[in-house]
Nanobody, 115 residues
């Protein structure tokens, strides 16, 4: 069965950086576009970024463009999200997903940006 396991979240000060990872199994990772989504406290699921199957194309939400970088290592079945210049409004549970609506996503990893 499909499994997506995120890691790398934590508490960071504003302006800091974190790198999230997501290890995938149960499907042919290299043939699927992958997504990062997030859910802030009291809000709905929000799309953050998309990467094409071979990593040649990436798209970002305007709120994170220029600060976040999505990447993947198909040899390791792993998706990444490098987050720089973090802001308090980036506080959320971050999910990797096999689809843009989050129907098939991991358990999430908490990112808290606070001084």
């Amino acid at each position: 069965q499909v499994q997506l396991v995120e890691s790398g979240g934590g508490l960071v000060q504003p302006g800091g950086s974190l790198r999230l990872s997501c290890v995938a199994s149960g499907f042919t990772f290299s043939t699927f576009a992958m997504y990062w989504l997030r859910q802030a406290p009291g809000k709905g699921l929000e799309w953050v970024s998309t990467i094409s199957p071979l990593g040649r194309s990436t798209v970002y939400a305007s709120s994170v463009k220029g600060r976040f970088t999505i990447s993947r290592d198909n040899a390791k079945n792993t998706l990444y999200l490098q987050m720089n210049a973090l802001k308090s409004e980036d506080t959320a549970v971050y999910y990797c997903s096999k689809d843009p609506k989050g129907t098939t996503r991991g358990q999430g990893t908490q990112v808290t940006v606070s001084s």
